[in-house]
């Protein structure tokens, strides 16, 4: 079965880091370029984070920059986000998603997403 | 960025009947524009891309139009599994922006 599922997210203080999971199944993930996107409560989705498939190829969201690292594994068909100085406007459902192709920017396989509540 | 605008927040149908979701983008985007269905607990789905080119195993009744800086979706006649949250998203520039959605309910 095609699919990706997070996990990772939780409750966490301000400034305080978290490390998500995207686990990839059903397709070969090492050809794929991958994605963070995240959906904060009552808000719409907002782009985090891509890279390569290869992992050599980085791209943040000006609202993450040095403060988040993505990374993934290919042999353990694996994503990951590294989120540290974490803020309240941090707090989100966070979802792993795929692009089809290099040079097209939309997303043709999303996870459920996992929740990070940043909060005192 | 490229702001996307949808309209209306909500849209309120009965099964069987047409619904027409609106998106603009603040600048054009060519047909660089995808439309994506979520529902409650679930992942979003990926409906169209390239403004009006159905994803692999969507209906029929779905279709998007427009380029450059007005689209639609439409959905000829609803389903009662077609009751979601509609999302329109941009990949003409980056980085890749979304709408804030458009709600189906009943």
């Known amino acids: 079965q095609v699919q990706l599922v997070e996990s990772g997210g939780g409750l966490v203080k301000p400034g305080g880091s978290l490390r998500l999971s995207c686990a990839a199944s059903?397709?070969?993930?090492?050809?794929?370029?991958m994605n963070w996107i995240r959906q904060a409560p009552g808000k719409g989705l907002e782009w985090v984070s891509y890279?390569?498939?290869?992992?050599?190829?980085?791209y943040y969201a000006d609202s993450v920059k040095g403060r988040f690292t993505i990374s993934r594994d290919n042999a353990k068909n694996s994503l990951y986000l590294q989120m540290n100085s974490l803020r309240a406007e941090d707090t989100a459902v966070y979802s792993c998603?795929?692009?089809?192709?290099?040079?097209?920017?939309?997303?043709?396989?999303w996870g459920r997403g996992t929740l990070v509540t940043v909060s005192s | 960025e490229i702001v996307m605008t949808q309209s209306p927040a909500t849209l309120s149908v009965s099964p069987g009947e047409r619904a027409t979701l609106s998106c603009r983008a603040s600048?054009?985007?060519?047909?660089?524009l995808a439309w994506y269905q979520q529902k409650p607990g679930q992942a979003p789905r990926l409906l169209i891309y390239?403004?009006?080119t159905r994803a692999t195993g969507i209906p029929a009744r779905f279709s998007g139009s427009g380029s450059g800086t007005e689209f639609t979706l439409t959905i000829s006649s609803l389903q009662s599994e077609d009751f979601a949250v509609y999302y329109c998203?941009?990949?003409?520039?980056?980085?890749?922006?979304f709408g804030q959605g458009t709600k189906v309910e009943i």
């Open positions: 390239g403004a009006s």
């Open positions: 998603a795929r692009l089809p192709a290099a040079t097209y920017w939309y997303f043709d396989l």
């Open positions: 600048q054009t985007v060519t047909t660089n």
């Open positions: 059903g397709f070969t993930f090492s050809d794929y370029y």
């Open positions: 890279i390569s498939s290869s992992g050599n190829t980085i």
């Open positions: 998203q941009q990949y003409n520039d980056w980085p890749p922006t």
